[in-house]
């Protein structure tokens, strides 16, 4: 963990993992309101520093130039968007959300701190309870140290303060647990385009033209006789001619006809989560005094 001492070395520094890649530069350092001691840094990631993501630095380490963080250059990238307020306050529920990003449990975080005798908190166990939310940013002063964030505020370990050291009976807190609910983003299947080739038969009528033998019979006449009496009066004879016809002959050829490709699409639907969650109740119980009691305590 950094130390106040050491904010000034960090501020506008290169901030790295644990892998040695850079994630980028730290911008601001929030301490927190009751033990004053630096919880989180922003780092500005991007191209051109145009976002900006909160790291834990309670495991982080100053090395030579640079702050190293032992988380991936892709989880603090990854991290939740945060907002802080118009005070420089993150509130208890985006800390909380930063939390859980990170894997901290609450309790952890809570049992670092233990309220003294004379009221404040130190570093030590102490008991559970809700977090409180971060302070204002620290920003260099001129002794080269962050000034600590503002405590105004209402805080979870305030809370957890007034329960401890509660001597007005009348009076509790009630706490309860909120659900959060993100989103993942997973492979839910694949999807591919396959060409394969089918048979299928068609049909096409065409013309088609064949030749037939068909006796024609003529008279002689005068001018064709001297033709039909020449060769022998009386004989045998044959005369051949050849037929054609036409038939149909199938070729065929490979021609574009269309191109087929696939697109995404995102649908956006409604899916209701259901969770249990814990809540207190408090009851109020009353306990009549008999009169004999009464009588007796007066005498």
């Known amino acids: 963990m950094i130390t106040r001492e050491e904010i000034a070395n960090v501020l506008d520094q290169p901030v790295y993992d644990g892998d040695g890649n850079k994630i980028g530069d730290a911008k601001h350092v929030f301490f927190d309101d009751m033990t004053g001691r630096p919880e989180w840094v922003s780092v500005k990631t991007g191209m051109l520093g145009s976002s900006e993501s909160f790291v834990p630095v309670r495991d982080a380490a100053l090395v030579q130039d640079h702050l190293e963080v032992p988380y991936g250059k892709d989880q603090v990238k990854g991290a939740p968007s945060v907002d802080v307020d118009a005070g420089g306050h993150l509130s208890e529920s985006e800390e909380h959300r930063l939390y859980d990003y990170y894997g901290i449990n609450f309790d952890s975080v809570l049992s670092e701190a233990e309220r003294t005798d004379d009221g404040r908190w130190a570093a030590g166990p102490g008991a559970a309870g809700t977090v409180g939310a971060a302070g204002t940013v620290g920003a260099a002063g001129p002794a080269g140290t962050g000034q600590a964030g503002t405590a105004g505020g209402t805080t979870g370990r305030e809370d957890a303060w007034d329960r401890a050291d509660m001597t007005d009976e009348s009076a ?12 993942e983003r997973r492979e839910s299947g694949r999807a591919r385009l396959r060409k394969y080739v089918v048979t299928e038969e068609v049909q096409q009528t065409v013309p088609v033209t064949h030749e037939e033998v068909r006796v024609v019979r003529e008279p002689i006449t005068d001018a064709d006789r001297d033709e039909a009496l020449a060769g022998p009066e009386i004989s045998e004879a044959e005369h051949e001619v050849t037929l ?46 008999e009169e004999d009691d009464m009588r007796r305590d007066r005498e």
């Open 244 to 289: 054609h016809a036409e038939r149909p002959v199938v070729e065929t050829e490979t021609v574009p006809v269309e191109r087929v490709r696939m697109t995404m699409e995102e649908h956006t639907e409604n899916e209701t989560v259901r969770g249990q969650v814990r809540k207190e109740r408090i009851e109020a119980e009353t306990e009549l005094i």
């Open 172 to 183: 509790m807190t009630r706490s309860e647990e909120q659900m959060h609910v993100g989103v």
